[in-house]
């Protein structure tokens, strides 16, 4: 409401010479809080009193064109204005978002509440198994501790007995009580080993479920991320579109507002010229009238002083020219005096107008700008709030995928062990197949082959590039640069040969950019240690101040030099060029050599730490090698030998049919003999039986005559 009315003011005085501006009175009024007093004045200040008058000024000059157009002066506008577009845009996106916020929540926060669910009703169930557990075998021991009484009780009872009868039937019913007594204890064995049997079922499907559940949880996590951050996409068009929509609505009112002010200021200036045409025929009548009069009275004196003209006409005729003369000069000046002073009171009313126009604007645009950057501010304060409020939450987010990733690092390292295990049983027990083939089935020598995987354990992992330390590093290129300058007085005149290719600078360049950053920052060596180096050979002395150095700027391996030296060489003016052979007193000022070293320090130091945080966050694995090693597990058969597999499996199947064949013959034969035994038996039997005696022809007989015809 507050913007519509301020730019309903500057419409205003945006308008004509009928045109007033709102004061500070009738903004008092309308009941708006401006968020200033108005300036007052019996003030101290006078700009302030100066812009009370203005006010007051600029007040009665409304009232007075109110009373002119017939409105009550006293009247105020109340305008009731609706909510902005852009406002209500951002709070209902702040709406949608909040609800879908709240609503992937809830949607991720179902499966841990179903999880707790689950253990709670297991907890219950396992309570009351436990209950019934215990209860029974409370209930079972005291029932086997009732029938070990009772058998001991008989057992001292045994004594009494004298009948072996009877102690028979006692020590019968002693080890059936005792079997039925060792049957309830095996059979409460087997019902506790059943319910650990399902118990192990049931910790595997837990296992199962919960691996679900994870799954599940990460997939509906990453979709919530996915619809939120294609809803903030697109509440953020819609918010823009409502901004523009609402600029684009705010200049046609504008430009409205002003074509109506343009349109009332052209009638305006229209009502006045025609009141200025009205005032020039006022005045021509006037002339004619007072031409008329002079004429008529000049008649009158012409025929009373008829014989004084006669005597003076030749007076007469000059003055009457130099009367005509002067009073068209007259005339015409008094024109051009009255035009310049039209003129220059219309400029004047248009100056004064303007300069309260442009005060009023100022103030608007002064009232306008402190509330927009209260706005601002509060709009800033609540990004503010969601921009922590996001970081946590994506700290946290980033927290649980550090925390699934390592689960699914162990994972995959655990199913790696698995299956590399059981790669290797199969590689065993195929090396062990082929030997067999080789040395018994064969006949020929067997070489093991190349087995360089079945030493590795756990996932491939590249090895680390090992290098040397900076305080080594300084070590060989003092001494290199040693050796480059005893060949250069040997060979003086040759040229110099280039840094080896195995090096990114020479020696020379590395040790004059060393021994200047001992020169330049002995503040990081304490005093003790510059007093015993002193007695030192310059390189000594040197190596010892870097390896301070080093220590104090966390400079470590050689690569860290290698970042120092190329910075120090590249920090020049750019449009200065330099060759790496170049001294470093060329390339870099001593005096330049502390800021450089704070600049590199600040670097070095915020590169380091982002690489620490990408490695303590989750490292992808390289898995270039992974076919490799599994193929080679593989192919530790050669196809050859494959071939050779499969000839031998062919005739061996066809030696498998031949042995069959040969079993089931022999198990044949062995069948026709037990039955010639049988038969055999069965002959001798009846042969040598008593009742062939008291035969009249006795069978042996008939089969003496039976064998002598055949």
Same mark, same amino acid.
């Given at each position: ?154 057992? /001292?009872?045994?004594? =009494? @007995?004298?009948?072996? %009868? #009877?102690?028979?039937? $006692? &020590?019968?019913?002693?080890?059936? !009580? ?57 509440? /953020?068009?819609?918010? =823009? @579109?409502?901004?523009? %929509? #609402?600029?684009?609505? $705010? &200049?046609?009112?504008?430009?409205? !507002? ?57 007076? /007469? ?12 000069? $007259? ?161 003086s005149g040759e040229d110099e040969s280039g ?18 950053l001992c020169d330049e920052s002995g503040f ?79 670097q070095f130091h915020q590169s380091r730490d ?101």
């Amino acid at each position: 409401m507050k913007v519509r009315r301020i730019l309903a003011t500057e419409a205003n005085t945006a308008e004509g010479a009928g045109t007033g501006t709102m004061s500070w009175e009738s903004g008092d009024a309308s009941g708006e809080d401006t968020g200033k007093s108005a300036p007052s004045l019996d003030s101290e200040d006078q700009q302030e009193r100066i812009q009370a008058r203005r006010l007051r000024i600029a007040a009665r000059i409304d009232a007075k064109r109110r009373e002119a157009l017939g409105e009550d002066p006293n009247a105020t506008q109340d305008r009731k204005e609706e909510p902005r577009k852009s406002y209500k845009q951002i709070e209902d996106s702040r709406q949608r978002l909040g609800k879908l916020v709240s609503d992937g929540t809830q949607l991720v926060t179902n499966i841990q509440i179903a999880a707790d669910a689950r253990e709670t009703q297991r907890r219950s169930e396992e309570e009351e198994l436990q209950r019934l557990r215990v209860e029974k075998i409370s209930n079972e021991a005291k029932s086997s501790y009732e029938k070990f009484n009772e058998i001991t009780m008989k057992w /001292l009872q045994s004594g =009494e @007995k004298k009948i072996p %009868q #009877e102690m028979w039937a $006692l &020590l019968n019913s002693q080890q059936q !009580q005792c079997g039925q007594l060792i049957e309830d204890k095996n059979k409460l064995i087997g019902e506790l080993q059943q319910e650990l049997k399902r118990k192990d079922d049931q910790y595997v499907k837990d296992l199962k479920k919960q691996a679900e559940d994870i799954d599940l949880l990460i997939e509906r996590m990453e979709d919530q991320v996915k619809n939120l951050t294609k809803t903030y996409r697109e509440e /953020l068009l819609h918010t =823009e @579109k409502a901004f523009e %929509q #609402e600029r684009r609505e $705010l &200049l046609g009112n504008n430009r409205k !507002q002003w074509e109506q002010g343009m349109q009332s200021r052209r009638d305006t200036e229209l009502e006045s010229l025609m009141n200025r045409m009205k005032k020039v025929e006022e005045y021509e009548q006037q002339l004619n009238q007072l031409r008329v009069q002079d004429g008529e009275e000049y008649n009158m004196i012409k025929i009373k002083l008829e014989t004084d003209v006669q005597i003076l006409q030749q007076q /007469l005729q000059q003055i009457k020219a130099t009367f005509q003369l002067n009073q068209e000069k $007259l005339e015409y000046n008094y024109q051009v005096l009255k035009k310049r002073d039209e003129e220059n009171t219309i400029t004047k009313s248009q100056q004064k107008r303007k300069i309260t126009r442009l005060h009023d604007v100022l103030n608007n645009l002064r009232i306008k700008l402190d509330k927009q950057i209260k706005q601002y501010k509060e709009e800033n304060q609540s990004l503010a709030d969601d921009f922590k409020r996001i970081v946590e939450q994506y700290k946290e987010l980033q927290k649980k995928m550090r925390h699934f990733a390592s689960i699914d690092a162990k994972k995959f390292h655990d199913i790696w062990v698995m299956n590399e295990e059981e790669m290797k049983q199969l590689v065993q027990r195929a090396l062990e197949a082929d030997q067999v083939i080789h040395e018994q089935q064969l006949g020929l020598p067997w070489v093991a082959p190349d087995l360089w995987f079945m030493d590795n354990v756990g996932p491939l992992v590249a090895k680390p590039k090992q290098q040397k330390t900076a305080s080594m590093l300084a070590k060989e290129v003092m001494a290199a640069a040693a050796s480059d300058e005893q060949r250069d007085q040997v060979t003086s005149g040759e040229d110099e040969s280039g840094p080896p290719p195995s090096q990114k600078f020479s020696p020379r360049t590395l040790k004059q950019i060393l021994e200047l950053l001992c020169d330049e920052s002995g503040f990081l060596v304490e005093s003790k240690l510059l007093q015993l180096l002193s007695p030192l050979e310059k390189d000594d002395r040197s190596l010892m101040k870097l390896d301070s150095v080093f220590g104090a700027l966390r400079i470590e391996v050689e690569d860290d030099v290698y970042k120092l030296v190329d910075f120090f060489l590249k920090y020049r003016e750019p449009h200065e060029e330099a060759s790496q052979e170049e001294s470093a007193a060329d390339l870099i000022h001593p005096n330049d050599v502390l800021q450089a070293l704070r600049d590199f320090t600040k670097q070095f130091h915020q590169s380091r730490d982002k690489q620490s945080h990408r490695q303590s966050g989750s490292v992808e694995r390289d898995s270039s090698q992974d076919a490799e090693y599994w193929e080679e597990a593989a192919r530790v058969i050669p196809e050859s030998r494959l071939k050779v597999w499969d000839g031998l499996e062919s005739a061996i199947e066809k030696y498998y049919d031949v042995l069959t064949n040969r079993a089931q013959l022999i198990e044949e034969t062995s069948a026709l003999r037990q039955q010639n035994a049988e038969l055999r038996m069965l002959l001798h039997q009846y042969l040598n039986s008593k009742i062939n005696a008291e035969l009249e022809v006795p069978p042996t007989q008939m089969m003496k005559v039976d064998f002598s015809q055949s």
